[in-house]
Each structure stands twice: as structure tokens, then as C-alpha cells.
């Protein structure tokens, strides 16, 4: 397969990677180790949102104080992405790949033993911080994987890890947790991360970092037509998205079904559905697609402020909130490559994950603070607003950044082309 030279440093060639799917052209044990770097960033995240009940007292606080470990990560995240990713960029690849799976191990440990909250909430901004790095990286890392008519599904592959992370992991940590303890459930993420290193240094090729004069100016980047209105998309969706889910559990309580165990499952279950119809229909549909998976998403709030109290309701209206959600990433992502190019999907990127991050501690913040003050009730109304504000936004959008068929051309800011494309030390 035809791929970008590979090496741990300048001049310092590596074996290529030999793919190992059946498919020619897609080195699917990488890939998936990449994916599973996106499991653990995620269940990472969001594993406290499953076990508010369970971590406060231990911690000696309010359930909405550890909803806020939730903020304190993705603040770290939103603060340490781009400055990260800037310093970071002129080093291999993959050290700087397995650096933050370490962090990650380290700061899921500390949380496993922590009685303090001052201590969890410490450990929490160095896993965030170690987020806000991994995401800069996955997706132009499994780029340069492949050739250029495979981009796009190996990036579907890696995503893949955030979906199984919602269907799967959350639901197990919550599980795991009512078995052994909530401090299990952190143990495994740790685990997880270390056993990753290994995988990733067998199988994971390595790329040398960016040369300086090659650096794209991230503000360039941001300037090109499209890039501003995906990255508020980004905001408002996860704003929204996340007041919700992060107190998933006492909304639950709140309306009489106190299982959190089930509701998450039932969305996991259905992300997968969601990203499963996504890849159907993004290529030939992406807007259209979008636009639906909104509507659904307000839907299902509508029925949950308003019928929550009857317990298959809540269930069916989150499995719609699943299904909605589960393709967001793959179509936002889409949209943010096809508007930025290829060639400057990691500076993009950059940005998306920290307005990402803002998202998640805006919608953390906010949610916990209604919670506190107006009570669980109003958090599905909440939410149905700035995703009424969202489906706006990308109806709007139509020109640039979420146009009814995908855009192949490819953007060409930087201080350097080679065929149309930024070199980026490939």
C-alpha cells in the first residue's frame, strides 16, 4: 500500500505496518488500538456521570460536586489542547501516543485509591489534560495510516471507540461498580491504558513529528470558510448534550426509575444503532442526515420532560436520545475534514477538541448548577432548547460547512503545498 514514510524521529525509518484485516489497505490491529485509545479517553471522562450516588459519600460531597470531576476534565482538556498539541508537534508520534495513555493509567489509579476529593479533582485535570492531547492525534494519526481512498473508514474505525465506549463501557464501569465498588471501576481504565502502551508499540507505526517551517498558523486554519460554524455546532450540541448525560443518574431517581445501570445500557444499545445509520448514510446524505439525527434528539427530550415519570417512556426516549446522538461525532468530524481539507485535519481538529472539552464543562457546569437550583425537571428543557439552537445553526450552514453532498476538494492554506495539500512532515 502506498503510505506516508514512517520513523520514530527525522531520518530514522521504521517497518512499515503490514495490514492485518482482510480488506488490503487497512492495518486493522493499529487502527484498532487507536480505537481503543478513544474507548478509554472516553469512559475515562465520563465514567463519574454512572456513579454520582455511589462516589459522594466516600468523597464527603454533593453528587453535583462530582459532577463536576466531569467539568474539572474537560476544562483541563479545553486548556491544554491546543497549547499541547502546539508544543508537541515537533516529536514522534507515537511516544507522545503512549505518554498519554500513561497519563491516563496514572490519573485512573489515583482516583481508584483517593478518599480526598481535592486529590480526585487534582487527578482529574491530568487525565484531562492527557484527553485534550489523544484527541489532537487520532484522527490524523489513523490518516496517515492509510492511503488517501481509505481515509475515510479508517477514521470511522478509530471513532468506532467512542461508541463502544457509550454502549458498552459506561454501562460496564456502572456494572462493575454495583458489584465491587466505584473505585473498580476506575482500576479498569488504568489497566486498560497500560495494557494499550503494548499494543500500540507492536502494532501502532511511528511518525516523526512536524518539521517547524512546515507548521501550519492554526489561526489560518480556523479562518477557512465552514470551520467557525462546525466548531459551534460542536459547542452547542455538546452543551447540550451533556447537561443531560452527565446527571443521567439523579434525573433517573428523580422520575422514579433509580436503575442507572439500564438507561445507560439502553443508550449505549442505541449509539450503536445511531453510528451504525450514520455510516449508511453519510456519504451520500450528510446533511439531511444531521438534520434528522437533531430533530430525533429533540424529541426525545420533549418526551422526557414531559413523560419521564412512566418508566418504558423514559427508556424508549432514551434510546431515541441514543440513536440521535450516536452518529454526531462521525458527522461533525466529516464535516470539519471536508471543510478544513485533509491536509489540515490536525490543526482543525486541534481546535474541535477543545471546543469539544468546552462543551462538555459548560454542559457539566451547567446541568449541575440546575440541578442544585431548579432541580432535575428542568434538565431535558434545557437541553431541547440548544438543541433547537443547534438544528438552527446547521440549517444554516448550508454552503460551507454541512452542504447536501460531500465536498472532494481539498483546502490548500499553509505555508507550504505540494499538489494542492499542506505537507505536514509526512
Same mark, same amino acid.
Given at each position: 500500500?502506498?503510505?506516508?514514510?514512517?520513523?520514530?524521529?527525522?531520518?530514522?525509518?521504521?517497518?512499515?505496518?503490514?495490514?492485518?484485516?482482510?480488506?488490503?489497505?487497512?492495518?486493522?490491529?493499529?487502527?484498532?488500538?487507536?480505537?481503543?485509545?478513544?474507548?478509554?479517553?472516553?469512559?475515562?471522562?465520563?465514567?463519574?456521570?454512572?456513579?454520582?450516588?455511589?462516589?459522594?459519600?466516600?468523597?464527603?460531597?454533593?453528587?453535583?460536586?462530582?459532577?463536576?470531576?466531569?467539568?474539572? $476534565?474537560?476544562?483541563?482538556?479545553? +486548556?491544554?489542547?491546543?497549547?499541547?498539541?502546539?508544543?508537541?508537534? /515537533?516529536?514522534?508520534?507515537?511516544?507522545?501516543?503512549?505518554?498519554?495513555?500513561?497519563?491516563?493509567?496514572?490519573?485512573?489509579?489515583?482516583?481508584?485509591?483517593?478518599?480526598?476529593?481535592?486529590?480526585?479533582?487534582?487527578?482529574?485535570? %491530568?487525565?484531562?489534560?492527557?484527553?485534550? *492531547?489523544?484527541?489532537?492525534?487520532?484522527?490524523?494519526?489513523?490518516?496517515?495510516?492509510?492511503?488517501?481512498?481509505?481515509?475515510?473508514?479508517?477514521?470511522?474505525?478509530?471513532?468506532?471507540?467512542?461508541?463502544?465506549?457509550?454502549?458498552?463501557?459506561?454501562?460496564?464501569?456502572?456494572?462493575?461498580?454495583?458489584?465491587?465498588?466505584?473505585?473498580a471501576a476506575f482500576a479498569s481504565p488504568a489497566?486498560?491504558?497500560?495494557?494499550?502502551?503494548?499494543?500500540?508499540?507492536?502494532?501502532?507505526?511511528?511518525?516523526?513529528?512536524?518539521?517547524?517551517?512546515?507548521?501550519?498558523?492554526?489561526?489560518? =486554519?480556523?479562518?477557512?470558510?465552514?470551520?467557525?460554524?462546525?466548531?459551534?455546532?460542536t459547542l452547542t450540541l455538546l452543551v447540550g448534550?451533556?447537561?443531560? $448525560?452527565?446527571?443521567?443518574?439523579?434525573?433517573?431517581?428523580?422520575?422514579?426509575?433509580?436503575?442507572?445501570?439500564?438507561?445507560?445500557?439502553?443508550?449505549?444499545?442505541?449509539?450503536?444503532?445511531?453510528?451504525? +445509520?450514520?455510516?449508511?448514510?453519510?456519504? !451520500?446524505?450528510?446533511?439531511? *442526515?444531521?438534520?434528522?439525527?437533531?430533530?430525533?434528539?429533540?424529541?426525545?427530550?420533549?418526551?422526557?420532560?414531559?413523560?419521564?415519570?412512566?418508566?418504558? =417512556?423514559?427508556?424508549?426516549?432514551?434510546?431515541?436520545?441514543?440513536?440521535?446522538?450516536?452518529?454526531?461525532?462521525?458527522?461533525?468530524?466529516?464535516?470539519?475534514?471536508?471543510?478544513? /481539507?485533509?491536509?489540515?485535519?490536525?490543526?482543525?481538529?486541534?481546535?474541535?477538541? *477543545?471546543?469539544?472539552?468546552?462543551?462538555?464543562?459548560?454542559?457539566?457546569?451547567?446541568?449541575?448548577?440546575?440541578?442544585?437550583?431548579?432541580?432535575?425537571?428542568?434538565?431535558?428543557?434545557?437541553?431541547?432548547?440548544?438543541?433547537?439552537?443547534?438544528?438552527?445553526?446547521?440549517?444554516?450552514?448550508?454552503?460551507?460547512?454541512?452542504?447536501? !453532498?460531500?465536498?472532494?476538494?481539498?483546502?490548500? %492554506?499553509?505555508?507550504?503545498? *505540494?499538489?494542492?495539500?499542506? !505537507?505536514?512532515?509526512?
Open positions: 500500500m502506498t503510505t506516508a514514510p514512517i520513523a520514530e524521529g527525522p531520518g530514522t525509518p521504521t517497518s512499515r505496518p503490514t495490514p492485518t484485516s482482510a480488506e488490503p489497505g487497512l492495518p486493522l490491529s493499529g487502527l484498532l488500538a487507536l480505537s481503543a485509545a478513544a474507548f478509554t479517553a472516553v469512559l475515562t471522562e465520563l465514567l463519574p456521570a454512572g456513579l454520582l450516588p455511589r462516589m459522594a459519600p466516600d468523597l464527603g460531597v454533593s453528587e453535583a460536586r462530582v459532577g463536576f470531576l466531569v467539568t474539572g $476534565y474537560a476544562v483541563a482538556s479545553f +486548556l491544554a489542547a491546543i497549547p499541547l498539541t502546539a508544543a508537541l508537534r /515537533g516529536l514522534p508520534r507515537r511516544p507522545v501516543l503512549i505518554g498519554a495513555l500513561l497519563g491516563f493509567a496514572a490519573a485512573n489509579a489515583v482516583t481508584a485509591l483517593s478518599s480526598s476529593y481535592g486529590l480526585t479533582f487534582a487527578a482529574r485535570l %491530568v487525565a484531562g489534560a492527557m484527553g485534550g *492531547t489523544l484527541w489532537a492525534m487520532l484522527v490524523g494519526y489513523a490518516a496517515r495510516m492509510v492511503p488517501a481512498e481509505r481515509r475515510g473508514r479508517a477514521i470511522a474505525i478509530v471513532l468506532a471507540g467512542i461508541t463502544l465506549a457509550l454502549s458498552l463501557g459506561l454501562p460496564a464501569g456502572t456494572a462493575l461498580a454495583d458489584a465491587l465498588g466505584w473505585r489497566l486498560l491504558a497500560v495494557l494499550l502502551v503494548v499494543w500500540i508499540r507492536r502494532r501502532v507505526p511511528g511518525f516523526p513529528g512536524e518539521a517547524r517551517g512546515e507548521r501550519v498558523p492554526l489561526p489560518r =486554519v480556523a479562518a477557512l470558510p465552514g470551520i467557525g460554524t462546525v466548531l459551534s455546532v448534550h451533556q447537561v443531560m $448525560y452527565t446527571y443521567v443518574a439523579p434525573f433517573s431517581e428523580n422520575a422514579g426509575f433509580g436503575r442507572t445501570g439500564p438507561v445507560l445500557l439502553v443508550f449505549g444499545a442505541a449509539t450503536v444503532v445511531g453510528i451504525w +445509520l450514520t455510516g449508511v448514510l453519510i456519504d !451520500r446524505h450528510p446533511r439531511r *442526515t444531521l438534520l434528522a439525527a437533531l430533530a430525533l434528539l429533540a424529541a426525545a427530550m420533549l418526551t422526557l420532560g414531559t413523560y419521564a415519570g412512566h418508566g418504558a =417512556v423514559l427508556l424508549v426516549a432514551v434510546a431515541l436520545w441514543g440513536m440521535a446522538f450516536g452518529g454526531a461525532p462521525t458527522l461533525i468530524q466529516t464535516a470539519l475534514v471536508d471543510a478544513s /481539507g485533509p491536509a489540515n485535519a490536525d490543526v482543525a481538529t486541534s481546535l474541535q477538541t *477543545t471546543v469539544y472539552n468546552a462543551g462538555i464543562a459548560a454542559g457539566s457546569l451547567t446541568g449541575g448548577l440546575i440541578l442544585e437550583g431548579s432541580g432535575a425537571d428542568v434538565l431535558p428543557w434545557t437541553t431541547f432548547l440548544l438543541v433547537t439552537v443547534t438544528f438552527a445553526i446547521v440549517a444554516a450552514g448550508r454552503r460551507h460547512a454541512f452542504p447536501s !453532498r460531500r465536498r472532494t476538494e481539498l483546502s490548500t %492554506v499553509g505555508p507550504r503545498s *505540494t499538489g494542492g495539500r499542506v !505537507r505536514h512532515g509526512e
